[in-house]
């Protein structure tokens, strides 16, 4: 079944810094989502991008979705210490699209 | 303008007893999944459900679990004879829309069972 991986597991970064974080998936798709979970705490929905785009803006977020090489890539810019959480892309696929899939996740460290 | 709720927000069982975790969705949303969350692991899928049917359990062990989202109150998902390895964290998300809507999260039940 398909999985979205996250690219790095963990990032350290300082505040002002932006930090990058990647996904890969293996099957088609229909959209990807990212969310941040903060420690201990539910999911927080950030932004849907859809199969046909290939670029979304939101606030300080960016994610660019490359279908062609089955990936997506989130770009959060002038971090903050509150950008501290995991994050965590997630799939849904053409046939069902009931259930999301999501990866591992990537544990992000913005330190003032 | 309330959000996905879930309750308990944490539950302690010993092994062997029952847990009950209920989600209500959001206003307006008639579709609701179950994902578990171990410890250092990303969410899996459970089981989907609109009013008074499952319509994918695929992701839902086999023995022991069971999920209901009836005509009337929130959806249940029920743990019979609980488990150490059951303890984790437990979202329901609800959408407008089944195929590839956006879901929105509770804030999740965490099980301990001791």
């Known amino acids: 079944s398909q999985q979205g991986e996250e690219d790095p597991q963990a990032l350290s970064i300082q505040e002002g810094e932006n930090a990058t974080m990647n996904c890969s998936y293996k099957?088609?798709?229909?959209?990807l989502q990212w969310y941040r979970q903060n420690s201990g705490r539910g999911l927080v929905h950030l932004i849907l991008i859809r199969s046909n785009e290939r670029e979304k803006h939101s606030g300080r977020l960016r994610v660019t979705l490359d279908t062609s090489k089955k990936s997506s890539s989130l770009l959060i810019t002038a971090s903050r210490a509150a950008d501290t959480a995991s994050y965590f892309c997630?799939?849904?696929?053409?046939?069902?699209?009931?259930?999301?899939?999501f990866g591992k996740g990537t544990t992000l460290s913005v330190s003032s | 303008n309330a959000g996905v709720m879930q309750n308990p927000r944490h539950l302690v069982r010993r092994r062997g007893q029952e847990a009950r975790l209920r989600c209500s969705p959001m206003?307006?949303?008639?579709?609701v999944y179950w994902y578990r969350q171990l410890p250092e692991e990303g969410l899996k899928f459970m089981v989907y459900?609109?009013?008074?049917?499952?319509?994918?359990e695929s992701g839902m062990p086999k023995e022991r679990f069971s999920a209901e989202f009836p005509k009337e109150g929130p959806s249940i998902l029920r743990i019979q004879q609980v488990v150490r390895g059951d303890s984790a964290a437990y979202f329901c998300?609800?959408?407008?829309?089944?195929?590839?809507?956006?879901?929105?999260f509770g804030p999740g039940t965490r099980l301990t069972v001791t």
């Open positions: 099957t088609s798709i229909n959209n």
């Open positions: 998300a609800s959408s407008a829309r089944d195929r590839a809507g956006e879901q929105y």
């Open positions: 997630a799939t849904a696929d053409n046939q069902a699209g009931t259930a999301l899939i």
């Open positions: 206003k307006g949303h008639s579709h």
């Open positions: 459900l609109q009013k008074e049917n499952i319509i994918d």
